[in-house]
C-alpha cells in the first residue's frame, strides 16, 4: 500500500502518522506539501495530519481545506480513495465538504490531552474492520475544537447510516451524540479527533491504534 | 471601498466561549446579561464596485462555515 501524508504549515503529527504507516505497511509515505497540486502516482491511501495548519486561524481546518493541495485530495476521495482525516486532518476535512458538521471549542473550553476511551461503533468500514462492533479501545486525545456539532437531521443520517465510527465512552468535549469520528456516505473517507497514530506500540502506553492501520491494509492491499 | 462582515454562530449552536464570558461578566458583578453569543468580525478593504455577489461568495467559500455561523455584509461605500 503507498500512503501519501499530507504536510501544511503547522501540522505537527505528520511524523507520527508517517511512522505508523511505515511500521504498518512496511513502506515509507510520500509527504506531500499543501502547495503541492497533483498527488504522487500510485498512490492510494491519503492521511491528513494533526496539528495547528495555519495556526488555527479563521477556524480549525479552514485555510488547509482551501490548499492546492486539498482540490486533488477532494477528487480523490470522490473517485474512493481511502483518505483519514485524524484531529486536525477531521477538521480540514469537514471545511472541505468531505464530512458533515464542524468542530466547535470544547464545550469546557480547556485544550483536552488524555488517553480516552473510545466505543467502536461501526466495525464493517475499511478503517475499522480489524476491531468488533461494540468493543471498547483506549486511544489518546489532543484538542481544543473537537467538539462535533451538526443539526439534528444530520445526525440522524449519519447514525442511521451506520456512519459512526467510532465514540466516545467517556466525557470528553461535549460532541454531539458521543461521536469522535464520523465516515463519509460511501464508506471511504473517516474523520477522528482521537490519535490511532499514537497508540501503535506498547511504548506508547497501548497499541488499539495498530489495528485501523492494520485493517485499512488489509482492505486496501 | 470597504465592506464589514459579522460572522455569528447560528441560533441554537453551543457557544462556550459566549458562555465563558457570560460567566466572566457575572464574576465582575454585572447582573442582568440574559445571554451573551460571541463572533467574528472581518473587515474587508475591496477595489471600487465589487459586487455583492462576490462578497456574498466570500462569505460562502471562507469567511463563514454556513454549517454552524451566519453572516451578514455591510458595505461602507464611503470609506
Known amino acids: 500500500m503507498k500512503s501519501a501524508v ?13 511512522v505508523a504507516l511505515e511500521q504498518v505497511t512496511g513502506r515509507k509515505p510520500d509527504m506531500v506539501w499543501h502547495r503541492d497540486t497533483d498527488l504522487p502516482d500510485g498512490v492510494d491511501f491519503i492521511g491528513l495530519p494533526g496539528g495547528f ?3 488555527d486561524y479563521l477556524r480549525s481546518g479552514a485555510m488547509a481545506a482551501r490548499s492546492p493541495i486539498m482540490r486533488a485530495v477532494v477528487d480523490a476521495a470522490h473517485r474512493g480513495m481511502p483518505v483519514i482525516g485524524i484531529c486536525n486532518g477531521f477538521q480540514v476535512l469537514t471545511e472541505a465538504g468531505l464530512l458533515p458538521g464542524a468542530l466547535m471549542r470544547n464545550a469546557g473550553l480547556n485544550f483536552v490531552c488524555r ?4 466505543t467502536v461503533e461501526n466495525s464493517q468500514s475499511l478503517f475499522t474492520a480489524a476491531y468488533r462492533s461494540g468493543e471498547e479501545i483506549r486511544v489518546p486525545v489532543a484538542h481544543h475544537d473537537g467538539n462535533f456539532q451538526a443539526d439534528d437531521a444530520t445526525l440522524d443520517r449519519i447514525e442511521g447510516e ?8 467517556e466525557q470528553v468535549n461535549g460532541s454531539a451524540r458521543g461521536i469522535a469520528g464520523i465516515l463519509n456516505g460511501a464508506g471511504n473517507v473517516l474523520g477522528m479527533m ?3 497514530e499514537r497508540a501503535i506500540e506498547p511504548a506508547h502506553g497501548g ?13 486496501v492491499a | ?13 453551543l457557544d462556550p466561549q459566549g458562555k465563558a464570558i457570560h460567566h466572566a461578566l457575572e464574576g465582575l458583578g454585572f447582573s442582568g446579561v440574559n445571554d451573551v453569543r460571541a463572533g467574528k468580525l472581518i473587515e474587508l478593504d475591496l477595489a471600487d464596485g465589487t459586487a455583492d455577489g462576490d462578497i456574498e461568495e466570500m462569505c460562502r467559500r471562507l469567511l463563514a462555515n454556513t454549517v454552524i455561523e451566519n453572516f451578514r455584509i455591510e458595505r ?3 470609506a
Do not use: Q, W
Open chain 1, 53 to 55: 495548519s495555519y495556526g
Open chain 2, 1 to 13: 471601498m470597504k465592506a464589514r462582515v459579522f460572522v455569528t454562530l447560528k441560533p441554537g449552536v
Open chain 1, 194 to 196: 482521537p490519535h490511532p
Open chain 1, 207 to 219: 497499541s488499539d491504534g495498530r489495528r485501523l492501520f492494520e485493517g485499512l491494509l488489509e482492505a
Open chain 1, 6 to 18: 499530507i504536510v501544511f504549515p503547522g501540522s505537527n503529527c505528520d511524523r507520527d502518522l508517517a
Open chain 1, 162 to 169: 451506520g456512519r459512526i465510527a467510532f465514540r466516545y465512552a
Open chain 2, 76 to 78: 461602507l461605500e464611503n
Open chain 1, 115 to 118: 488517553p480516552v476511551a473510545l
